[in-house]
């Protein structure tokens, strides 16, 4: 089975703070993909990445960044969080075939409340 | 840029019975896949079933099956014999085949199921 880790389910932060979120999939998909789920918004890409080192700014990138140093691991980092960034974040991997319906599997979510 | 509309917040329906959740979407693009998601409460999201634009017969996974329309572009869940075990947050979401892997999501539904 597939399986997406996110680094902690519940993260409470101050406002200026940097944050790290990390995501870690096994299935050595290409793909890897960062999402913020608001209430009545569904859920909106902030960025994603097709391979190592590559990233691709999704719809809302504004106030993220990504890192992609390794083909498992994918972060977002919140280079100064905000009161507007408490949101639920879900990673998500696939793999990566040029017409194919590779399914995206997702991991549990990270809920992040900056204060 | 493409759109995917959920038109209803909430759903309820009595255990055993059948529902309908809506989707429409937007595009220009005639190659495409379309899919529906499900997020449990405190669970990871998982795909229910997926479909592609240009298969005319509708997509069916045990009781769940889509009604397609594409010319409507309408993308309709239907969830026979309804089990408490379906209540969850209902996703509708669009690729586009070739290109990037992006998927863009509907507001989604929230499903309860009436014991």
């Known amino acids: 089975d597939v399986k997406v880790t996110q680094s902690s389910r519940y993260l409470v932060k101050r406002t200026g703070e940097k944050v790290f979120l990390e995501c870690v999939q096994d299935?050595?998909?290409?793909?890897m993909f960062w999402y913020r789920q608001d209430p009545g918004l569904g859920l909106r890409l902030i960025y994603f990445s097709y391979d190592v080192k590559m990233k691709e700014k999704g719809d809302i990138p504004e106030g993220y960044s990504v890192s992609r140093e390794k083909k498992e691991r994918f972060s977002l980092i919140l280079e100064s969080a905000s009161t507007n960034q408490t949101s639920m974040y879900l990673c998500?991997?696939?793999?990566?075939?040029?017409?194919?319906?590779?399914?995206?599997?997702f991991g549990p979510g990270t809920r992040l409340t900056v204060t | 840029a493409q759109t995917v509309t959920q038109s209803q917040p909430e759903m309820s329906v009595q255990e055993a019975e059948t529902v309908t959740l809506s989707c429409t979407y937007d595009?220009?693009?005639?190659?495409?896949?379309l899919f529906w998601y499900k997020q449990p409460p405190s669970r990871q999201m998982i795909l229910v079933i997926r479909q592609e634009a240009y298969k005319q017969q509708n997509a069916t996974e045990n009781r769940f099956s889509v009604n397609f329309q594409k010319a409507a572009k309408s993308f309709s869940l239907k969830i026979s014999d309804s089990q408490l075990g379906d209540a969850a947050m209902y996703f509708c979401a669009y690729r586009v085949n070739f290109g990037n892997e992006k998927l863009t999501f509907g507001t989604g539904t929230r499903l309860t199921i009436i014991p």
């Open positions: 299935m050595d998909h290409e793909n």
């Open positions: 998500a991997s696939s793999l990566s075939a040029s017409g194919s319906s590779y399914e995206q599997y």
């Open positions: 595009t220009s693009e005639s190659d495409y896949y």
